[in-house]
C-alpha cells in the first residue's frame, strides 16, 4: 500500500515549500509523493497521514509545535510495546517509524527506521522517508545520501529520485544536480504525480 507524502521545503518548516520546492517521502505515508506503508499484525494500526498530530516540546520535533493527540499518543504507546516485545518485528519498527514521522518527532522516526533497515536493508521507501526525516534534522547530506541509495536500489524509485533534485536545489546550491534528477523523474514517469512537480521545479529554476 503506498503513503503519500508531500514535503514542502520552507526554510526549517515541515510540510512547507521551501524555496518553492516540494519534498515526497517514500515508504511509509501520504504527504509528499508515495509512500508505501506497512502492513502489520493487529493491534498495530497504520500511521495517519501528514497532518495529523504535531507534536512540540520533543526531541527532533519543530519548537513550539503542540503535542501529539491522545489517540496518537496511546497508537504510538501501542506499537512502542510491540517492538519492546518483539525487537525483531521489522514492521512494527517501520510503523512506529511512520507514527513518529507524521507526529514530526524526526530523530526518534530517524531512530525507528534504522532499527527496520537493520533487519531488513534495502527497502528505497523506508531509506526514503528516513532521509526525508534527516533533512528536516538539517543533515543534508545524510538526506541525500539515502535518497540516492534508495534509487540505486531501485532506478524507478520517483520519489527518491525527486527528492534528489529538490536538496540538490534547495539545500546544495546545485541547480544543474537538481535539473539532472527532475529531468530523469519525467522521463521514468512522465504522467506522474512527481513529475507534475519536477515540471514546475524545473521552471523555476530557469527563472
Known amino acids: 500500500m503506498n503513503r503519500n507524502i508531500m514535503f ?20 511509509s505515508h501520504p504527504a509528499g509523493p508515495i509512500v508505501a506503508a506497512p502492513t502489520y499484525a493487529a493491534p498495530l494500526m497504520p500511521a495517519p497521514s501528514l497532518g495529523g498530530g504535531m507534536p512540540g516540546a520533543m526531541p527532533g520535533a519543530m519548537p513550539g509545535m503542540a503535542l501529539p493527540s491522545a489517540e496518537i499518543q ?16 521489522h514492521d512494527a519498527w517501520v510503523a512506529l517509524g511512520n507514527e513518529y ?17 537493520a533487519l531488513k536493508p534495502g527497502d528505497p521507501n523506508v531509506l526514503t522517508d528516513q532521509g526525508v526525516m534527516y533533512r528536516n534534522l538539517g543533515q543534508h547530506d545524510q538526506a541525500l545520501a539515502n535518497f540516492q541509495k534508495a534509487n540505486k536500489l531501485d532506478p524507478k524509485h520517483v520519489q527518491s ?7 540538490y536545489a534547495s539545500d546544495l546550491n546545485k541547480p544543474d544536480e537538481a535539473a539532472k534528477a527532475w529531468n530523469q523523474v519525467l522521463a521514468i514517469a512522465p504522467a506522474s504525480e512527481q513529475a507534475a512537480q519536477a515540471r514546475q521545479m524545473l521552471s523555476q529554476l530557469k527563472k
Open 74 to 89: 496511546a497508537r504510538i504507546a501501542r506499537i512502542e510495546a510491540a517492538v519492546l516485545a518483539d525487537p525483531r518485528n
Open 8 to 27: 514542502a521545503l520552507a526554510g526549517g518548516l515541515i510540510a512547507g515549500f521551501l524555496a518553492g520546492y516540494a519534498v515526497f517521502s517514500d515508504g
Open 101 to 117: 514521522f507524521d507526529s514530526h518527532q524526526f530523530q526518534k522516526s530517524v531512530g525507528a527506521y534504522a532499527k527496520a533497515l
Open 161 to 167: 529520485l525527486f527528492n534528489i533534485g529538490v536538496v
